[in-house]
């Protein structure tokens, strides 16, 4: 163990600095609506709860950027703790990682009792669900044209007039709790936190089972999910309906096994957020040599995708095209585009352009990680290491997040969650520092009562040092990949031990 730094404290200080994160995280809903918690109208006694304590813009921003500093560090600090530290991590996870999960869970499930916090999207989400109970289609109408209505009043500028962008299952669990909720939009937002909640618990039960057999990945995995304090402020306290389809990948890869199971949790998966799919490429590429089982997969998954978009209508794709030429504030593309126009000119936006380069970085990403990957599974010594189907997806959603065009630090769950599933590597620290950079990038993603004195947050950090920081990043994993992926074939074998 002398050759292993740091040893156990490491992991409890990013333990400890994950759970401070937390608590903060917490602490902002629990103080009630504020620059970064939307107001939400319906009866007092209805939930989620909060103290309407009024904090100041200054108060809140501090201890939302406070959080994310705090939760960068300890994800960060902890997963390489557990790179460099195995031995020692390994005893002392073996009687306190379920703890650690625990917490996760208690956390996960006390958020869901106070107003969602860092954006306002869980208003678009009423609002869409509301639409549906009211015989109105939310692919086509906004919430400009419902004048008058509860919950349509409440949603947020600069998103008044957009239709939705989810899928039919995101459209349908909206519509369950507009149902229920009615007219009160704090009892539909509950009703959708709920839900929210059940997805990010099942989908680390799901991770937890998986890895149970080895503390260290068990801890490791806690880490990745249930207990990231950056996933449970952007996911949890965010309430952004990534987390379902997330938890539908997630079982739709550990239901391999079954092919009509996974090919149904696979078409649930896209039919929340088309992204999502990308996932499905995994198990694709590990049925490439059995085509009759990758038939029944892609058959079912399709069937399922194809069944709730001939619900909701041809309507729900044309939201969906228009967001994939965006371009995000926070992406490095913004910088690229900047550049096109002060080099070629300003009479274009040179999306089209953009598009074509981000998938040509995707590909060489991908291809460089999944490079690296299959030889490291080659090499002498290489032990548990695997290209399949968990592997692939991740790799492939690694590069996705760190090529796309429209990034926001909640998407990054993706990789995260499939992560999870596979052996460690470096590759989850640089996932670890995009989702950290991202999040810092929108403190916060809300657009409404910002203070003027912190227009600096949108001008200088989201729209400078993150893009920049993000591309730096991605240029790091991108060498890191293509070097490793080539000299991991001439590590020697390890010595056999002298008997």
């Known amino acids: 163990m002398r050759g292993e730094p740091g040893g156990t404290w490491a992991v409890k200080a990013a333990l400890l600095a994950s759970a401070a994160s937390v608590l903060l995280t917490l602490t902002i809903g629990l103080l009630g609506p504020s620059a970064v918690v939307p107001a939400l109208t319906g009866e007092p006694w209805q939930p989620p709860y909060s103290l309407q304590a009024t904090p100041s813009p200054h108060l809140v921003i501090g201890l939302a950027a406070a959080a994310l500093v705090l939760g960068g560090m300890g994800l960060v600090g902890g997963l390489l703790a557990i790179r460099t530290s195995p031995t020692r991590v390994a005893e002392w996870a073996t009687g306190k990682v379920r703890w650690v999960v625990a917490a996760g869970y208690a956390a996960a499930a006390a958020l869901a009792f106070v107003p969602p916090s860092g954006s306002a999207d869980h208003l678009n989400y009423a609002a869409y669900g509301r639409m549906v109970t009211l015989g109105l289609d939310p692919y086509v109408l906004g919430a400009v044209d419902l004048p008058g209505d509860p919950v349509a009043a409440a949603v947020e500028s600069p998103w008044r007039e957009e239709p939705s962008v989810y899928g039919p299952v995101a459209t349908a669990v909206q519509a369950l709790a507009s149902w229920i909720g009615g007219d009160s939009v704090r009892l539909t937002v509950f009703v959708l936190a709920v839900v929210n909640v059940a997805a990010f618990v099942g989908t680390g039960l799901l991770i937890d089972r998986f890895t149970r057999h080895d503390p260290v990945r068990r801890l490791r995995g806690a880490m990745l999910w249930t207990a990231n304090p950056l996933l449970i402020y952007q996911l949890v306290a965010g309430m952004h309906v990534d987390t379902l389809a997330i938890a539908c990948m997630v079982a739709a890869l550990l239901a391999r096994d079954r092919p009509g199971r996974s090919g149904v949790l696979l078409g649930l998966g896209v039919a929340v957020k088309l992204n999502a799919g990308l996932v499905a490429l995994g198990p694709a590429w590990e049925l ?25 209508g041809v309507a729900a794709f044309n939201q969906v095209g228009q967001t994939s030429k965006a371009i995000s504030h926070a992406s490095f593309w913004k910088l690229v585009q900047g550049w096109l126009q002060s080099v070629i000119g300003t009479g274009s936006a040179y999306r089209g352009e953009i598009q ?31 290209v399949d189907a968990p592997m692939v997806a991740a790799m492939l959603a690694v590069a996705y997040l760190f090529a796309t065009p429209y990034i926001l630090p909640w998407y990054d769950g993706l990789a995260f969650g499939v992560l999870a599933l596979v052996v460690a590597s470096e590759v989850e620290v640089f996932a670890a520092l995009h989702l950290a950079i991202l999040s810092l990038g929108y403190l916060p993603a809300r657009v409404q009562e910002q203070p003027p004195d912190l227009a600096w947050l949108v001008s200088v950090v989201r729209q400078q040092v993150v893009p920049w920081s993000l591309l730096v990043l991605t240029a790091a994993l991108a060498w890191w990949a293509w070097r490793a992926g080539g000299r991991v074939r001439q590590r020697p074998a390890p010595e056999a031990p002298r008997r």
Not at 288 to 311: D, Q
Not at 367 to 383: E, I, K
């Open 288 to 312: 490439r040599r059995r085509p009759g089982r990758l038939a029944l997969v892609a058959g079912v998954a399709l069937a399922v995708v194809v069944a709730g978009y001939a619900i909701v």
């Open 356 to 386: 074509v380069g981000a998938i040509l970085l995707m590909v060489v990403l991908a291809w460089g990680l999944l490079r690296r990957v299959s030889r490291a599974a080659d090499a002498p010594g290489a032990g548990a290491s695997t």
